[in-house]
């Protein structure tokens, strides 16, 4: 009798952690840095677009090939990676008039949930910049495992608009025709490929 109730209180448990089912499917993958960027777009008065990339970062993904939704992420981007191929200009980023890298030194996403989206999914969870943490509804498509090298890979592609004001990034200096000198919407693009932890 004790050993029985030991044994429903230890389901009991393991479905509060959500470690049954899908969830002990899961298989850990690690983000490939040689083969996946985080660039993004924003624009500079008003007439043109500027390019960028963080060149360091990292991912782990717990990915349920059998059912995507079972499916979580966590990542974080070193701001001080930023690079847009000009100095001047990627030191000005990391200051406190923008991401002040010093003192917050990480972007980072956790997901809460994954939701079918057509032929897609949406990830939903909490991106963090500047210390400012809001809940983000993030599209994105992930290929089937496919093995070369020995190693089992999976494709993935993100992308996403936000507003850089909501996060506390306020610059807000006006050129002389009366448009920003940078945009307040960034698009994100997130792409690459992640390995499977053996």
Known sequence: MIVKRLGMVIVALLISLGLTGGALAADEYMVDNAHAAVSFVVRHLVISKVRGQFEDFDAKLLINTDDI?????QGAIKVASINTD???????????????????????FVSKRIEKNGDGYVMIGDFTIRGVTKEIALPFTITEPIVHGKKTRVGFEAELEIDRQDYGIAYSKVADTGGLVVGNEVKIEINGEAIKKE
């Open 86 to 108: 000009n100095e001047k200009r990627d030191k000005h980023l990391r200051s406190p008039d923008f991401f002040d890298a010093d003192q917050h030194p990480e972007i980072m």
């Open 69 to 73: 939704t079972k499916s979580s992420m």
